[in-house]
């Protein structure tokens, strides 16, 4: 998994110390959570590179309206209402080539994905089952209808093509 951070938030300056990340895979219908999250930093003092408008949240989980679970296999807790939420370590942290942001490379240890989504006796996500909130231009969106899919998929089908 790759991430990009700002170089200045509070996540990156945890990932300098602290390897273990959490990445949350939002539904669509939580758009409104993440939003309440958007304004919010761990970071106090709020950095001058923030933007206006952020605010320094020590519970970010309480102000969102959500709910910590703990990790099995990293530190950080998961968003117990995230439909998927993958434990990973950070194993490269480094700048952009312009030097505001940072580039994570950070290796999935463990996936966890809501029974509602996994095609019955697999360990794979189907794809027709989940729709990943989408952030397109400062504004949210779920997914259509499926197109296609790809020559090497692994999922298997659930109808005919």
């Known amino acids: 998994m790759v991430l990009g951070l700002g170089r200045e938030g509070q996540t990156a300056r945890n ?87 940072v580039i994570v490379e950070a290796v999935v240890r463990k996936v966890h994905a809501d029974p509602r989504i996994v095609v019955p006796g697999t360990d794979h996500v189907d794809p027709a089952a989940w729709s990943p909130l989408v952030y397109n231009f400062r504004h949210y969106f779920g997914l259509g209808p499926e197109l296609g899919h790809s020559y090497r998929t692994e999922t298997p089908r659930t109808s005919e093509d």
Do not use: M, Y
Not at 18 to 47: C, F, H, K, M, Y
Not at 61 to 75: K, Q
């Open 15 to 101: 990932l300098r110390g602290r390897p273990d990340v959490v990445i949350n895979l939002p539904a669509p219908d939580q758009w409104q959570a993440v939003e309440r999250l958007a304004p919010l930093t761990g970071r106090s003092p709020v950095p001058s590179t923030k933007a206006k408008g952020c605010r320094f949240e020590p519970d970010k989980f309480g102000a969102a309206g959500l709910h910590e679970e703990p990790s099995d296999v990293v530190r950080p807790p998961r968003v117990a209402e995230c439909p998927v939420q993958l434990e990973a370590r950070a194993e490269r942290v480094r700048p952009d080539v312009a030097g505001g942001f």
